[in-house]
């Protein structure tokens, strides 16, 4: 009798571990010792054999659905070098809005091939105006925001290459291939993200 109950225990922990591994890879959460913050480096398009860097960002990481949603609407500004950079599951067309906004930012959408794919100078709703009309679309697997102004004020491009570095131990979301939670804790404190598969299209209004 006690054996069957240690089988149906593991069984419970199996089906509940493979459960989370699902749910987190499709993006509808985000594992316990998920990034809090990390670094974002973008370096030129290197069409001359260069790989200059053009400047680092200091980011906050919004990788699950209500961080996401929150973005950076509860904010009061942005310093210059700082920023949020947003976490899907996979590239795909987004859009995302200024709901409850208070202040003007750049939003910077980049492939799953590191590239800059899109550039948006966004403004801040005025008073009573509706923040959610204000969309800005573009194709990504990140979405890095900084103040309006920072992407021209660093020479940041289109075309552009970045390097995306975040602070964790934690399940890499860019491969393709299944990842398990055991593995997951046993990457490295630090660990640079690598291109991967770009995915089916889907769109998400985010903020």
Known sequence: MALEYVWKGLLVIAVLSVAGVVLVQAGLVSVPWGPDEGAVRVFNDGADGDRDPKTAVDVAVADDPAERYTGLSDHDSLESGDGMLFVHGEEQELTYVMREMDFDIDIIFIGADR?????????????????????YSGRGKWVLEVPRGYANETGIEVGDEVEIDLESNRMIATRSDSVTLERAAAIAERETIAPAAVAAERTSVRR
């Open 115 to 135: 590239e800059i794919t899109q550039i948006h100078h966004a403004r801040a709703p005025e008073p009573g105006e509706d923040g959610e009309e204000l969309r």
